[in-house]
């Protein structure tokens, strides 16, 4: 999804200036205005290789781990303590570094690889019901949301016949509710999430393009 993400706002010219700011950031990653996701992991994958405790033979060289000398004949208890202490500080460094506010977090944890995010701060499935509702708002040129607006949401997941968005977007009306129903305002909840949902997009956009995610 944070592939998605990039590539929508390097699509999207409001994007430019954060884009312009974090170019270092995304260097790695190239143009992704007109390459398919499965063609670019192929050549990226390794931008989000797992960083884990291991013994190494060679020091690495990603801003996401730090190289210690363990003594062996010290105290297993006296060595935890002093990883802990200096993890700690290095996670600290680390997320200034990144600009994130460690107040905010819930954890200092980094995540995996140079390009990384928490899980537990993302709802997958979630996110992915409204970036695909999102596509379809860019797709219609940013239209009012509204019952109309909801209805071609509920047909184009519909036509996604392998798609489980046909059946995930309980939220959304089916097409039968459309023709019971004629007005906003009987739609008035459904249009209220929506608005939100879209809103959330675009905040995340804003995130990524300054090189954060989500």
């Known amino acids: 999804m944070w592939f998605e993400c990039l590539q929508i706002c390097q699509s999207d010219p409001q994007y430019s200036g954060n884009l312009k700011r974090s170019k270092g950031f995304y260097e790695e990653w190239g143009n992704l205005t007109t390459i398919k ?3 670019w992991w192929k050549d990226h994958k390794y931008l989000f290789d797992e960083v884990m ?7 690495s060289h990603s801003p996401n781990t730090i190289v210690l000398s363990i003594p062996l004949n010290e105290n297993v208890s ?3 303590k002093d990883v802990k202490r200096i993890v700690e500080q290095k996670q600290s460094v680390r997320l200034d570094e990144l600009g994130e506010d460690q107040n905010s977090r819930k954890s200092k944890s980094l995540g995996i690889g140079k390009y990384s995010f928490t899980q537990k701060e993302i709802k997958g499935l979630f996110h992915y019901q409204n970036l695909e509702m999102y596509k379809i708002f860019l797709q219609l040129g940013r239209p009012p949301i509204n019952r109309n607006f909801l209805m071609k949401v509920r047909k184009s997941f519909d036509a996604r ?4 968005l046909r059946r995930t977007m309980v939220n959304l009306p089916q097409m039968s509710d459309f023709e019971r129903y ?3 305002g009987d739609f008035e909840d459904v249009i209220r999430s929506v608005r939100r949902s879209i809103k959330g997009v675009e ?4 995130n990524v ?3 954060r995610f989500p």
């Open 37 to 39: 996701f499965d063609d």
């Open 209 to 211: 393009s300054k090189g």
């Open 78 to 80: 006296t060595i935890i």
């Open 203 to 206: 905040k995340t956009l804003t």
């Open 53 to 59: 405790v291991k013994e190494v033979s060679k020091v």
């Open 182 to 184: 004629k007005t906003n």
């Open 161 to 164: 016949v392998r798609s489980q």
